[in-house]
Each structure stands twice: as structure tokens, then as C-alpha cells.
């Protein structure tokens, strides 16, 4: 695969995130709509439902969207949170504040495993509140569920767009939780097959007859060092082609050493 | 929790993140600097370290840290990667794109808990490129790990200081876990700390030399063998003792070379 420059091959099926909306309540800064548009799009989700924007459309959201403008073109604007969610399903709210009727509350992978079984049969709600005030308590009041992400204490204030991508990003996470997973070392995108177990043992022999040659090694005095060699090796996992090089390395000193004699 | 009354309790200690750097490399646009220190603040971590900006400092930047502008006051300016990574033991790199060598590849999730394991002993780096064009084929040789956002493959492109939450955002929940950890290599069980950048770096041009010695190598017709190598090497994130075994090796095959001339 390598050296071919075939690119790590992609999950054939996107998830689909038709019947999860994003709802953004009286957004102050059309900047954020746009941002968090993009974010929406980066994740692969693309249903936005805005109610009462206060800059809505907006010059600024087009430039932050970046190559999300599509997702402001068809967004819904709705004039109440009740008309925005009234098709839904489960409704879900993020909230930073602590609120005086505590209500059930969710980190955002809950939120978003929640949301993607609901969505199997049902419209789903995600919604967001003003950039400085969140959402009211009566808003709150209108969801099945609550949701926060765990920041940080003593600064917990995430731009709008941002705390929309982590809930996006949970939301992918959970969609593609089980769809194959990515490229790593071994796995079956990987260019090479893995050198096998034997190909190791011979490797690990010709080695210690190479360190021996080099008087690097000394077979009645190891000092732990063919183990920490193994150790180390395992933890490499060569395939075929690095085994190659390494073997070749070998046989090259081998070479070179009788040359000397 | 919700049924007490009670609002979820915040850990009562925080993750320290001190051993934790992200590295920005030539970012082009101060306000991208400025989101992602707010970003970071909001994950907990602190630490920030720019290569070459374009524009440092910048009141661009300032507006957008908002109340994480103590993270600009203190960030490390380096003219260099290789100068900003010199003394992690493990160095994970952000890449959107696909290459011609595929590296071992971490998802967010994945790459924090190899963060979180190493930072019990080792400073770690995690390291986002160019805004455009992210990190060159040479600085991603230069990373033990990529790591890479399963984004919508139609629009995979985050802005900069989304790229730096989603990372941040996991090393948090990592930390927050505190899932007992298996012994691993480079965690806290292991029993030697881990090779710095600088140790790896020094330990290629050795082997290189060894490599052009033996007639193993030709540098005028590479066929990617060193790339080969350091992804080999990258790998293994050899630890002290380990390194100075490999680099004993090269030492005596140069010694035994110098005896045939």
C-alpha cells in the first residue's frame, strides 16, 4: 500500500445523522452560528434549527461556516424552542450551571449513545443556549435531559461552537463505534503483513550470532541484554518488509566481518 | 445523582497536566493561536509552545484566549520543532492527511491514554501543523504516533482550535477516568523512563552512518529505507537503557569496520 500511495481506506457507510438536529437558541454572535456549523458539517452532521438569531443571515456566520454554508442555507429558524423541538422525540440540553431542580444529566458520550438509539425510531433534539446566559429554566424544563461537558472547573466556559463540536464529535464517535476501526499498526490497513513468530525466532538467532561476532555480546556473561532485545522487538511487532531491512542489516555486518579476517 | 438533588461533584482533584505540551507549528493566524489556549484552558491544560508563528505576540490572539491569556503570557516561542519536542519522551503528531508511509495511527481517545500512561515519567508532546497544510512529511517523522480525528471524510477539515479541543477534550476525560492502566510500555510500571526526541534524533544520524558504512545504505538511492527505520523506531519509544544498547551496537560495528581498513 505504501508504495502504491493508496490512502487508508475510509468506512464505506457514513453514519446517518438525518433525524439529530442541532438547535441553537437566541445566538447573539452570527460568527457562532457559522463556526458551529462547520463543526456540525466536520462530524458529518447537517440538520441546524435556529431560534430567534439575533444576526440570522449573516455575512460573518458565511465566512466562520467555511465550507459548511450549505447547513445555513437550509437551516430552520423558529420563532420558539417548543416549535423547534416539537417533532422530537428525546430532547436533550446542554448546560454548564448548576440549576436549583436538578435534572438527569449526562456527560456528552452518554448524551450522544442516547441519542443515537432514539434516532433509530425518533427526531432528536441537541440544544444549545445563548452565549452568556445558557438556557432559561424554563427552556431547561423542556428537555428529557441535561448535559455537560466536564471542563475545567475554574475556566468551564466553552465558546459556543466549541462545546456544539464536542457533543458533534461524541455524537460521530458513537456512530462509528461500530464500523471497523482506523489505521494502526497491525491492523488490516496496515501496508504489510506481520512477520510471523518464526520469522522473529530466526531473527532473534541471527542477531545474538551477529552480537557475538561484534563482541557486543557475550553468551557467558548476558547481562540481561538478548532479553531487553526481545522485549524490545516484541514491542515492534517488524512486518514482512521491516524484517527484511533488519535481516538485511544483519547479513551486511556479517559480510563486512569477513572481510576482516 | 439527579435524583438526590445534588449537582454532579467536581473531582475534587484536578488532572495534572504539567508534563503535557501542544506544540502549534507555524500557524498563520494569530486568532487560531488565541482559540486554542482557550481550548486548552477549558480542558485543564496549560502548557503551550509555538513554532515559528506568524504573528506572536498578537491582540488578535488575546481577544480570542479570552480568560485563558495567562497560557499566551506564558507559551515557549522555538524557532524549531525538533528545539520544542527536544526533551519528550513521546511526541504524538496531528495529521488529517494520508501517507505515503503509514505511521502508527492513534484516534483521539487512543492517544490520550497513551499521553496520560507516558506523562507519569516523561514530558509528552502533542503536536498540530499548518492551518493549510498541516505538518510536513518530515515533522511527522519526527512523532512516535499520529493521531487523527475520525472526521466526515466529505469535510474533514477543523479549524485549527476545533483540532486542538477534540485532543484536549479526550486527554480530560482520560485523566478524568482513572482507568487503572494496563502495564504498558512507558507507563508508570515500566522500569526506565523513555528516550528523548533529542536520544532518537542523535541515534538516526548514527544509525545513518553506520547504515552508508556497511554499504547498507546509499543516500543517493534511498528507497525509503530511513523512513522505514524511524517508523520502525518511533514504535518502540525506547527507554534509557534500551537506547544505549542500540546506540553500543552501532558503536562497536563502527570499531569493527575501522580494524578491516
Redesign the interface.
Known amino acids: 500500500?505504501?508504495?502504491s500511495?493508496?490512502?487508508?481506506v475510509?468506512p464505506v457507510t457514513?453514519p446517518d445523522f438525518s433525524k439529530i438536529r442541532i438547535v441553537l437558541v437566541n445566538t447573539s454572535h452570527p460568527g457562532n452560528i457559522g463556526?458551529s456549523a462547520?463543526?456540525m458539517?466536520?462530524?458529518?452532521l447537517h440538520r441546524l434549527a435556529l431560534v430567534q438569531p439575533k444576526e440570522f443571515p449573516s455575512g460573518v456566520a458565511v465566512g466562520r461556516a467555511?465550507?459548511?454554508v450549505d447547513l445555513l442555507e437550509r437551516a430552520e429558524v423558529h420563532g420558539t424552542l417548543s416549535e423547534a423541538i416539537a417533532d422530537c422525540g428525546l430532547v436533550i440540553g446542554a448546560s454548564a450551571r448548576?440549576?436549583r431542580i436538578?435534572?438527569?444529566?449526562l456527560d456528552p458520550?452518554q448524551c450522544a449513545q442516547r441519542a443515537m438509539q432514539a434516532a433509530v425510531r425518533n427526531r432528536v433534539a441537541l440544544v444549545f443556549g445563548r452565549e452568556d446566559t445558557g438556557l432559561s429554566n424554563e427552556e431547561l424544563q423542556s428537555c428529557h435531559y441535561h448535559a455537560?461537558?466536564?471542563?475545567?472547573?475554574?475556566?468551564?466556559?466553552?465558546?459556543l461552537?466549541?462545546a456544539v463540536?464536542?457533543f458533534c464529535?461524541e455524537l460521530?464517535?458513537a456512530a462509528?463505534a461500530e464500523i471497523p476501526?482506523?489505521?494502526?499498526?497491525g491492523d488490516p490497513?496496515?501496508?504489510r503483513e506481520l512477520a510471523t513468530s518464526t520469522d522473529l525466532e530466526l531473527f532473534h538467532q541471527h542477531l545474538q550470532e551477529v552480537?557475538v561476532a561484534?563482541?557486543?555480546h557475550d553468551p557467558e556473561s548476558p547481562r540481561q541484554?538478548l532479553q531487553?532485545?526481545r522485549r524490545?522487538f516484541a514491542?515492534?511487532?517488524?512486518d514482512v518488509?521491516?524484517m527484511n531491512?533488519l535481516r538485511?542489516?544483519l547479513t551486511?555486518?556479517e559480510h563486512?566481518?569477513k572481510?576482516?579476517r
Open positions: 500500500m505504501a508504495e500511495g493508496e490512502k487508508p475510509e457514513e463556526a462547520r463543526a458539517k466536520n462530524m458529518g467555511a465550507s459548511a448548576s440549576r436538578p435534572w438527569p444529566m458520550a455537560r461537558i466536564p471542563a475545567n472547573p475554574e475556566y468551564g466556559s466553552l465558546n461552537a466549541a463540536l464536542v464529535y460521530r464517535k462509528l476501526g482506523d489505521v494502526g499498526h490497513q496496515w501496508d552480537l561484534l563482541d557486543f541484554l531487553r532485545l524490545l514491542r515492534i511487532q517488524p518488509v521491516e531491512i538485511g542489516m551486511h555486518i563486512k566481518l572481510e576482516t
